[in-house]
């Protein structure tokens, strides 16, 4: 990114000297032109820039500091220089010194042949091994996902939890209130010295009567206003009972970070997901995945942290650190499930990902900032802006059959460029009047394709 | 027309008796238990109140509704490692092959993350051509049978396999040492790897007097004997059904129990087509209707005794001269005279096959099929198979000495003697006293009990293995799952033991490795498609007939026919195979014992089957139902009794009764599966005083023996009634019709081929009045609601099921079961009229009427006499009709679901929605087709279930198949076309971005039809098959296509094919 924007920048900054130049000789031009260019290529290239390129060339294998696929990288320069061999060759090709029996390459135990050449410039490579050898591990401080509610409870139950205290609230008045009467009472009869019949007593329940028998027609206003709104939300709330809250993120075994992953590292969804193009699930990562990279990456990037939850996948995995091999002794890991179906829905997603082209983020939201992985919401969604994504909005609570159907009566069916639908198009063109009525806005809804039947996910 | 037929499922019905009158008028025999309950005395003196009820109920409410809003924590755990070709969600698919001794097939296994859950016949490659029996379609759930041995025994004590292995290699060389006798007891393996680690662990005991003796438990030496007599090969030949014109069978049941049945079915099926030039014919002589026989065009029931003097008469019928030593009465030379004419007719296309196990028929069928010069053409001794390979004599001689003690070592591979021999519990005595025995058996059974060590093989869906059925062809079977418990393959030990191998637990490789370095030629090919055939010319006698002429000694075989046809007695006994049950391997698979037999439709039982007249004079019930028991009888056979109840099975021989081999497994409490005992109300298993559970019942193969070496499955028999009641769940009167008759529709060969469709398929007509006329119009043109529109539109599934190709076999009902998790209910749910196969197989026996009827029934003349008939029951003919949802355009269930969870699809599909439903049932009683199925209980969680529902059990909850729900308790189901599939048949296309091909998508049904009965497809396909359409379109627009029930005007899209019968009647 940051390699990027600074290309970017490069033509800007000729432009403002091309400006400047006007005023200047052509010689002094000439010679200030290549001295700024000169500047440029080392400035481009010096210490930012290694961290970029190195993260970009080498890091999938090397580490500087440490072992990991390949040696670390720390050092590597002045070794070979020590030894008078050429490292920007063994960049290039390391195949070949490794034939030629240069003393460095042979020097290497470390998967000997193993590395594939890499087309950077000498200069390039100097970045590199410049920031590498200048590298310090960076201080730790802990700054994982803040986020965590303890596992598998729900996180927004205020409104229970209010509605409680209101309870138990209004029962204190109402007890108090009675004391008092009685207090009253008893007092009333030690002063007057003459019992007051029960039956003349005021009481509470006596006292609320009263009242609404004097309001009549506020009280059955406000009874009416209040039956309407319980039943209103009551039913609203039931229409929910199942389904998983927004924002619920329970405590996983590993504090997995979405937003390093697919958001720092720009990690395609489907890279770990790989499942959802083919298969009814996702699929949650199998630990061979997380090990084409953890592999090598060992460490979090700001904190001992990740460097924690990174050792858990090799625990998992049964990677031996030390050794860099596999010890055969495996733990699957027990994940938590955020989006739970019921057994009597059947789900696809190859059938939304790949052949309905809807984007990721318009069921799960913006992964890309998420720690764990969460339940979202509709609103949010609709709020989401993604460059080049189109998103669906929806007005139903995520994950209910209405969010379901709503989006099936909503979004069109991709049939260009796909032969099956151009088949079933030619038997519909017989039916000139369905046909009429199904393709009067030339788009077909996913409804209009049988997408509100029963049998499409129930059976 | 001159004849009327009746069309009747049991004479339940044909007589209308009161108690199914009463159970017809009641979708749901059961009424609910409220006149109990109310009566019940403690009721009244109980102290709960209306109030305190109200409280009760009140807090159950609130407290309901608080538990439900807390949202379950669900765990998920992904793989480790994933497999490569593992995609979670995604089936896959493995070839293989299936062979238990008894049934042979090339299947495909499909698997999910790793489990197989559903079995079908390979239709692509294999002899059989896809073809399968109930019992391979069944066998996935007998891998997660959880009685299967975990790990190896010793005297009954769980053990290590080294130190197993270590006891028997050290036994071994004691009797290796002393020069002692070591006996490999198998069953027909073929297979060739298999043959030759037997041979070597043979060869390594040097010293020692090592053998393989092969039993084969249903025997068929007697063929092979004939054939060793006649031709000089002891072999059983390939028969070509394909090429035979004319099909004399006398007691075999080669459709789907005898042999290779899985490659004869396909060859018959494919001659039973009337839009070919010409149909075969074929005559059954039997005793018990069979399968086979309930599909032949003309069936005669004869006694066991009389199969020889049958086939003697039709040896004097073809070639004018007789068999020595055998008089053949004048009545069976009559009934054996029209067979014997069209034999003759066409020579060289005609074949004769026995069932009987007596070497002198077997020989005399040889003769007739040399006179009809049917080897070379329906029969192929050139390519001979390498079943049967079993030799009766030597077993009976291995039988007497492990009795005697006279063994050191047996091993026991594949069969299970003490079971299935006559005398199992002498050959049990002698077996536990010799100084090492060892079995393979997969469970702790009736042998494996009695023997010093069990080393379990794998389950064959575990295992590698190879099979070649016959010379020309060669099989792989391939495992579908690591095994699930610490077991091992038998070739394995056996290898093991010969000092050539070493364990490697559950990833050994010991077989593959020993198979694929014996195979040569392209081996990733051989195990992707299961099995490679080779040709013809590949064999070692090229010359096709490959025999030798006919030398059999008729005499001999006269004075064997003879012995048997003098056979006296009140009954002649005949011991055969059910199509669910078979020999009995599967005895505790409740997909199998819940199949309901093809021909009595009985279900979880075994029983005496008996003709009608035998039953009347007797005094045993004849009319079954839910409150009306069978009759126990107590049957004797050479000094030996079953005590079983007594069915009446229309079309049985006068004079015999028939006992289905394969029950009363675990006879002495062994632990085979809690399926394979008897239950009773509530679900519990019977038992007796001494808590021992009561089997199901009783084992047939007790009452077989062996003759002059012949190990024989009919006897002389004699019958006690002994008056007690026994209840049976048959289904025959379950889902009638309410009398209505245009069901079942019927022709002649004859008849179909002039051609006139209204003379067999006539369009149903009703009368209307327009303009003071009387018009008929087609009752298409009747519509009580607006059309679906469904036709032109998208897809349009649709269903054509030939009745002439279908023979009733089951496979069909067992692959539902699988694929759409339909519940196993037990017996005492089905006897209440509660099964819920989605998918069921109408029996309708019919009768002819005669002339007198149809004349008095045309003149309302009362000369006409029930008495003067024959009876009904004697020999009926019967259509196999497979009824499932008819998912009707104008479904009359649709319109009373007050909830609308049963809907129409706009594929022509009639959904049915459980979490929609409320269970009210209206949809089943306003059902014409009575297809509908209600969940009475939780059948995977309600403890009355427990004993037989595989869905209770640990292992058994692996079968179900993850893309189908399974139902609670309280909703409707019934057959949804397999919509699973359907969609995702789809979903594929579309992903591949291609038009769906005819006949990709495929219903379970239709996938396990070994005789291709069930066309399924989009009826809207009007361009597959170079613009003809769909196989589906092309059948449903054929002349023989009929919906039943025409006239409701349902509009079915399902379509049915009018039988055809090669009958002389024009």
Redesign the interface.
Known sequence: MLHLLQLLDVPEILNMNVFLSRKLKTKELTLYFSILFFALISFNASAQDGKALFKQNCASCHQPAKDGTGPALKGAKAKWEANGDDIYAWIKNPQAQYDNGVKSALAIQYMPGGMAGINISNEEADAIFEYVDTWEPPVKIDDGPKDLVE??T?SNNTWLMWLIIGGILSMLIVAFWGVRKQLYYALKEKEDGEEVEEEDQETVGKEIKGWAGRNMKLVSVLGFILTCVVVYYGAEE?YK??V??EG?N?EQPIEFNHSIHAGTNEIDCQYCHN?AS????A???????CMNCHKGIEEGPSGEKGTKEIAKIHA???YDLDKRAYTGK????????VH?M???V?F?H??HV??GGIECENCHGDVKTYGTGKVSGTETINNLKLEGKKIIKLTKPLMTMGWCIECHNTADVQTT????????HE??K??KE?YKSVMEDGKVKVKE??GW????C?? | MSKVKTYWKGIEEREQSASFIESTKNEFPQDLPAQEFLADEQLAESSTNRRDFLKFMGFSVAAATLAACESPVVKAIPYVNKPEDITPGVANWYSSTYWDGNDYGSILVKTREGRPIFIKGNKSFGINNGATTPRMVGSVLSLYNGARLQMPMAANKKATWSTVDNSIKKALAEVVAKGGKVRVMTNTTLSPSTDAILNEFVGSLAGADAKVVTYDPISFSGITKANQESFGKAVVPTYNFDKAKVIVSIAADFLTNWLLSTDYVTGYVANRKPENAWMSKHFQYESVMTTTGSNADVRVPIKPSEEGLVAAALYKHITGGSVPGVSVPQEIMDKTKMAAQELKANKGAALVVGGSNCSGTQTVINAVNNALSSYGSTIDMGNPTNLAKGNDAEVETLVKEVEAGQVDALFIYGVNPCYTLPNGDKFAAGLKKLPLSVSFSQYADETSTHCKFITPDNHYLESWNDFAPTASHYAVAQPAIRPLYDTAQAQESFLVWSGKASRAGKNSRVMYDYIKSRFTGDWNLVVHNGSVTYPSSSLGDASGAGVSPFSGNLGTAGSHIAKKAKTAGDFEVIMYQKNGIGDGQQAANPWLQELPDPITKVTWDNYITMSRKDCEANGYNIKYGEKSPATVAKIEVNGKSLELPVFMLPGQKQGTVGIALGYGRGGNQENIGDSAYQTQEYGTHITDENGNKQLIGGNAFSLTQFVNGELMFSGVAKLENLNREYPIACTQTHHTFMGRTSIVRETSFGVFKAGDKSNFNPAHQLSTHEKGRTVKKDIQEFDLWDSHPVENVGHRWGMSIDLNSCIGCGSCIVACHTENNVPVVGKDEIRRGRDMHWLRLDRYFSSEEDEVRAKALANHTKEFSYAKLEVAEDNPSVVHIPMMCQHCNHAPCETVCPVAATTHSNEGLNQMTYNRCIGTRYCANNCPYKVRRFNWFNYPTNSRFENFNPSQFDMGRMVLNPDVTVRSRGVMEKCSMCVQQIQSGKLEAKKESRTITDGEIQTACASSCPTDAITFGDLNDKTSNENKGSKIRQESEGVRAYHILEEVGTQPNIYYQVKVRNTNEA
């Open positions: 596992g598998g729900e039931l009972v199942g998983i809250p619920y329970p499942s083919k298969s009814k699930h699929g949650i990562p199998t630990v061979n995945v998992a995995a049964g495996t733990e699957p890991i027990k994940w938590v499930k739970n019921p057994d009597h059947y696809n190859s059938q790949t052949v460029d796909n032969k099956y639908y151009d088949d079933i038997r519909l017989s039916d369905l394709f049988g039947e029963c049998s499409k129930h059976y």
